[in-house]
């Protein structure tokens, strides 16, 4: 990986995996970068063969940027996730060399929230299996285990962007809601926090997932916590495919426990479009299934494409990380006639004083700066006037705290 780089605006690559959104490729390639789009996710040796030379990589969820492909990418100075996860990125290792993560907190939001409601209503009123009725020619107007939403309990576990806007919504359609969260959260409209995730699941209708996909939520909802559920609660889970045991589920499904469950996220994914879907809840009348779609409306593919390809065309720019997912938040204004420095070094004391003391040696004339840390790392810019010799980078390379240096100008 080379620790100080000036990139040429015309001779950025920019590798997009996973169909991101034209309007992504329309709006990289008017910045007048080389993109080259592909519709599928690469495994982890195709990607360390096509990354050397990359300057940008934008994925979705399912390309798994490890270490290795990292030591690969000799020229990456930002990845684009053009979703709202990132644990599918090795954001340590990113961070070491320097590399920017974006991602799309807020795109999606909405439309995993309609999925949700529409998948609530469908199970509560038993619409998948009249329909499936219906089309083997049964016509059963049965009323018995069919219920309005109106008035039941929601419990939604993960109170973030997503859970907060779905108890707003169902609120609005007359449920109940209870949440649970890990962390502090203020309970929006009528919506009651539990104090343990037992208390949501003793007194909820229905269960929905809305939880990140931190390591430690890997299998955390097995059969302890669907055992804990009601007689005849719904479960959904829309957030990631880890948190959830698949056979304590469909044991809580064919047993009779729960009436009913919609998964749209699953430990194994297929790769691509055509590949054979595996999974123990295949074949039950009462579960719907979807393949990761809670975010692929056009809207929120839209306005992921353009949100994330901003991002990244601004950082290439201006170095500003706002919103970055690894590195310390620091947006400058760019003034016209500049030249920027970029300094990622490791967060340690007396790093600024250094940077400044070697440019005051080479009278270079500083006309703006800003430092932000983030745990072990700082992000310094600051904006020069005038010219400098190369030993002035040569000098900020050869800090020991030097992770990355980018001129931009
Ligand atoms: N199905 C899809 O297509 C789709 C689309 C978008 C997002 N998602 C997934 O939905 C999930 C939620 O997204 P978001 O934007 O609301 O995330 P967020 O980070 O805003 O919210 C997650 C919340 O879960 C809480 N949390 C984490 N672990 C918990 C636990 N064990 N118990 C209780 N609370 C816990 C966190 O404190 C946080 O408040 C993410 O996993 C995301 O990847 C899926």
Not at 118 to 125: G, K, L
Not at 215 to 239: D, K, T, V, W, Y
Request: glycine share 10%; hydrophobic share 45%; charged share 20%.
């Amino acid at each position: 990986m080379e620790r100080t780089m000036m990139i040429d605006q015309a001779k950025v690559r920019v590798l997009l995996l996973e169909s991101i959104h034209p309007d992504a490729v329309s709006r990289l390639e008017a910045e007048g970068y080389q993109v080259e789009a592909l519709r599928n996710a690469l495994d982890e040796a195709e990607l360390i063969d096509r990354i050397p030379g990359v300057h940008l990589l934008g994925i979705r969820s399912k390309t798994q940027v490890t270490a290795k492909v990292l030591e690969a990418a000799d020229s990456l100075v930002a990845i684009g996730a053009f979703c709202i996860g990132t644990d599918q990125i090795d954001l340590g290792t990113a961070s070491r060399a320097g590399i920017a993560v974006f991602n799309a907190p807020f795109s999606n939001t909405r439309s995993v929230v309609e999925l949700a409601l529409a998948e609530i209503i469908a199970i509560t009123r038993r619409l998948t299996e009249k329909n499936e009725l219906m089309h083997s020619g049964v016509w059963d107007k049965a009323a018995n285990g069919s219920h309005e939403v109106r008035g039941r309990r929601l419990g939604i576990v993960g109170y973030g962007n997503i859970g907060t806007q779905l108890s707003v919504l169902a609120e609005n359609l007359g449920m109940h809601v209870s949440f649970f969260d890990t962390a502090d959260k203020l309970a929006l409209g009528n919506a009651q926090r539990c104090s343990s995730l037992d208390e949501l699941l003793a007194s909820t209708d229905v269960v929905t997932l809305h939880v990140d996909g931190r390591p430690g939520n890997s299998g955390f909802f097995g059969a302890e916590q669907f055992a804990r559920m009601r007689q005849g609660a719904i479960f959904l889970n829309l957030s990631r495919g880890i948190v959830v045991d698949h056979v304590a589920l469909r044991e809580a499904l064919t047993s009779g426990h729960l009436s009913g469950a919609a998964v749209d996220v699953f430990p194994k994914e297929p790769k691509g479009r055509g590949d054979e879907f595996v999974s123990e809840l295949r074949g039950l009348p009462n579960v719907i299934l979807t393949p990761h779609i809670g975010g692929s409306t056009e809207e929120a593919q839209a306005d992921i494409g353009d949100f994330v390809a901003n991002k990244l065309a601004h950082f290439v720019h201006e170095g500003n990380t706002t919103l970055s997912v690894n590195l310390p938040s620091v947006a400058l204004p760019a003034q016209a006639g500049m030249s920027r420095i970029v300094h990622v070094h490791v967060n340690m004391p007396g790093v600024l004083a250094q940077v400044n003391s070697i440019l005051a040696e080479h009278q270079v004339n500083v006309e703006g700066q800003l430092l932000s840390t983030r745990g072990e790392y700082g992000y310094l810019i600051t904006d020069i006037s005038g010219e400098y010799s190369d030993d002035v980078l040569e000098r900020l390379r050869g800090m020991s705290q030097t992770v990355r240096l980018r001129v931009l100008s």
